[in-house]
């Protein structure tokens, strides 16, 4: 398991809904990192290498599947792990995002938070 293992990206414009993951993420002991549109997380994904991206759909300046297609498209990001976390329920969307090979695409509204990290822990081994 690599140094950065631990370390989370919480891609989310909405602030009040990135604090409760962030506050939730830092009770685990990961290292989270935090970004308020989708340029910035895909700036932020790219230099610090995170583990685990946690990255919503609709944002302001790179959508979520952008910012998937890219971290794809890129080296280290081809294997990074990601989970959707949106409010979007849409089966293409979901089609979409699997071809892209996401670990997980969850609606925001169907989970509660301990389930979210229940997912995050499963994925990251801890």
Do not use: F
């Not at 970004?35 to 919503?56: C, F, R, T, W, Y």
């Amino acid at each position: 398991m690599s140094n950065n293992s631990k370390k989370i990206l919480v891609i989310e414009d909405e602030e009040p809904v990135r604090k409760v993951i962030v506050d939730a993420l830092q009770d685990l002991n990961c290292e989270v990192l935090e970004a308020k549109n989708g340029q910035e997380g895909l700036d932020i994904a790219l230099s610090e290498h995170p583990g685990l991206v946690l990255l919503d759909l609709i944002m302001p300046k790179l959508a979520g599947q952008q910012v998937c297609e890219r971290l794809r498209s890129d080296t280290w990001g081809k294997n990074v792990h990601v989970i959707i976390l949106t409010n979007l329920d849409s089966k293409t969307e979901k089609e979409e995002l699997k071809d892209l090979s996401v670990d997980d695409y969850l609606v925001k509204s169907n989970y509660k938070l301990e389930e979210i990290m229940e997912k995050v822990k499963k994925i990251l081994l801890i």
